[in-house]
């Protein structure tokens, strides 16, 4: 009898006690291949956005240089029309020998508009001169519930599981 008992009473806490949790973070993690040469689209960064939850944090980052040329041509890039990087021609990206790292944070302005919670992000280039050469391109950031998980509170669990345990109790002394 002592037995079952036990087993009842952790199934009966697990039970009440269930939605309590909390929303955790989901990761976002992409990569492009590197780049050489062309304008225009360079391609999209896809990820996974939970139901009810919206993009939190998002850093798009690389380098201008990549395994084939240490440095690149003057260029733009712009992740779903908003720039995130430039090269100008005569600095440090276009004749340093790289490769030459640069990201771009998005602001919590930026992802309030929730225009990153489709699950997908095209990366665009504006070459100006020179050829463009672009390595390590990498997307990372987090989502989590826009709303919050709604907490159980305790006391109204224990209202409830208090008195289920005590007709488990009477229940088993009946059978006998």
Known sequence: MALSIKKTL??????????????YAAPIF?????????????GDFTYSVPVGESVTSLTVSGTWGNSQNVTSGALTLFLDTIQVAQCVANTACWNTPGPDAWSYTFSAADLATGFFDDGA????????????RLGSLTLRGETSASVPVPQVPVPVAAWFFGPALLGLAGLRKIKK
């Open 10 to 23: 952790a199934v009966a806490t697990v039970v009440a006690f269930a939605g309590t949790g909390a929303s």
């Open 30 to 42: 992409d990569t492009l291949p590197e780049v050489n040469g062309g304008n225009g689209y360079i």
């Open 121 to 132: 992000a095209s990366l665009v280039q504006n070459a100006t001169s020179g050829f463009t």
